[in-house]
């Protein structure tokens, strides 16, 4: 950027397991979005610059060529994407779009794909898809045209998808349809799930694991029952005490003080600590890793590190 170089994810170190379910949670500007777009390279480099390692089914793909990516992405991975209004293109039908990928892929004539298609859009809850599958996407609500961007990552069949918050547009009913619907697929055909999102009831009815990043890094993954009954981050406390609750007596919601830092700059030790109730002085310049703290329980705090109860 034209201040410097903006570190959106910094230190990431992962694994999915097949048919597993992994919540990414975060506050906005954690990196969520950023780090998986840069698993299956859709940041255009340059200005991007990504390092590591990218292990998908024992393929390198950071670094294999573009035609093997184009095999993979799309087909063996699919993408939900966050606005499914900037996802398809304006001047195309759905029709042409979601049989696109089919027709690729799958080596499908255009009436079979066509077929596949409409069954896949009337899976997710879209009424009369014979008929709306040959609309414009302008034509389509913002919920609906959601509901389309799910419609084509799982009529894949995928071995990985990647959900960035795909349920943030849809009401609670269409939501656990659409939710129901990922859990039969994964059962099925053992797709793994990476879900991004801001809805920590979703996270605790649907997801394996999870992993809570800020500022780039990962600060807490832990199995779903652990993070809740054995947070074992003060980011992660946080988090879980700004979620409204029913028979709240204070009037007021909780957030949390302060504001994150800068991805400009350079800034060493826990990046938490300027809002961390729990900071020690060493927090300021103790360098940020995971640490296992439990059965696949792991923390980014020196403090549980040490095997401190602070709550």
Same mark, same amino acid.
């Given at each position: 950027?034209?201040g410097?170089t903006?570190?959106a994810?910094?230190g990431?170190?992962?694994?999915?397991?097949k048919?597993e379910? $992994?919540?990414?949670v975060?506050?906005?500007?954690?990196?969520? @979005? #950023?780090? =998986?777009?840069? &698993?299956?390279r859709?940041l !255009?480099?340059?200005?991007?610059?990504i390092?590591?390692?990218?292990?998908?089914e024992?393929?390198?793909?950071?670094?294999c060529?573009?035609?093997d990516?184009?095999?993979i992405?799309?087909?063996?991975i699919?993408?939900?994407?966050?606005?499914?209004?900037?996802?398809?293109?304006?001047y195309?039908?759905l029709?042409?779009q979601l049989t696109?990928a089919?027709?690729?892929?799958?080596?499908?004539?255009k009436?079979?794909a066509?077929a596949?298609?409409?069954a896949?859009?009337?899976?997710?809850?879209?009424?009369?898809?014979?008929h709306?599958?040959h609309?414009y996407?302008?034509?389509?609500?913002?919920?609906?045209?959601?509901?389309?961007?799910?419609?084509m990552?799982?009529?894949?069949?995928?071995?990985?998808? $990647?959900?960035?918050?795909?349920?943030?547009?849809?009401?609670? @009913? #269409?939501? =656990?349809?659409? &939710?129901?619907?990922?859990q !039969?697929?994964r059962?099925?055909?053992?797709?793994?799930l990476m879900f991004?999102?801001?809805?920590?009831?979703?996270?605790a009815?649907?997801?394996d694991?999870?992993?809570?990043?800020?500022?780039g890094r990962i600060?807490?993954?832990?199995?779903v029952?652990?993070?809740?009954?054995?947070?074992?981050?003060?980011?992660?406390?946080?988090?879980?005490?700004?979620?409204?609750?029913?028979?709240?007596t204070d009037?007021r919601?909780?957030?949390i003080?302060g504001?994150?830092?800068?991805?400009?700059?350079?800034?060493?030790?826990?990046?938490f600590?300027s809002?961390?109730?729990?900071?020690?002085e060493?927090?300021?310049?103790?360098?940020?890793?995971?640490?296992?703290i439990?059965?696949?329980?792991?923390?980014?705090?020196?403090?549980?590190?040490?095997?401190?109860?602070?709550?």
């Amino acid at each position: 950027m034209r201040g410097g170089t903006a570190k959106a994810v910094r230190g990431v170190s992962l694994e999915l397991d097949k048919g597993e379910i $992994l919540g990414i949670v975060g506050e906005s500007g954690s990196g969520k @979005t #950023v780090m =998986a777009h840069s &698993l299956i390279r859709l940041l !255009q480099q340059p200005p991007a610059r990504i390092s590591g390692n990218v292990l998908f089914e024992q393929k390198e793909l950071l670094t294999c060529s573009e035609r093997d990516l184009r095999e993979i992405r799309g087909n063996r991975i699919c993408m939900i994407f966050q606005d499914p209004s900037a996802s398809f293109n304006p001047y195309l039908r759905l029709s042409k779009q979601l049989t696109e990928a089919l027709m690729l892929h799958r080596d499908l004539g255009k009436k079979e794909a066509l077929a596949m298609a409409v069954a896949a859009l009337a899976e997710t809850g879209i009424p009369d898809p014979s008929h709306r599958i040959h609309s414009y996407p302008h034509e389509f609500s913002g919920g609906m045209l959601q509901r389309a961007m799910i419609a084509m990552a799982l009529m894949m069949r995928p071995s990985l998808v $990647l959900a960035d918050e795909p349920t943030t547009a849809l009401d609670v @009913t #269409v939501q =656990a349809q659409l &939710l129901n619907l990922m859990q !039969q697929l994964r059962e099925k055909y053992g797709m793994s799930l990476m879900f991004i999102t801001h809805n920590l009831g979703i996270v605790a009815g649907f997801c394996d694991r999870v992993m809570v990043m800020y500022a780039g890094r990962i600060m807490e993954s832990a199995p779903v029952e652990n993070l809740f009954t054995a947070t074992a981050h003060p980011y992660t406390r946080s988090l879980v005490r700004s979620v409204p609750k029913l028979g709240m007596t204070d009037d007021r919601l909780y957030s949390i003080p302060g504001s994150a830092p800068d991805v400009m700059s350079d800034a060493i030790g826990c990046p938490f600590y300027s809002r961390c109730e729990f900071h020690l002085e060493e927090c300021r310049a103790a360098k940020v890793k995971l640490e296992t703290i439990g059965d696949a329980h792991q923390s980014a705090c020196i403090r549980f590190k040490n095997g401190e109860q602070l709550w």
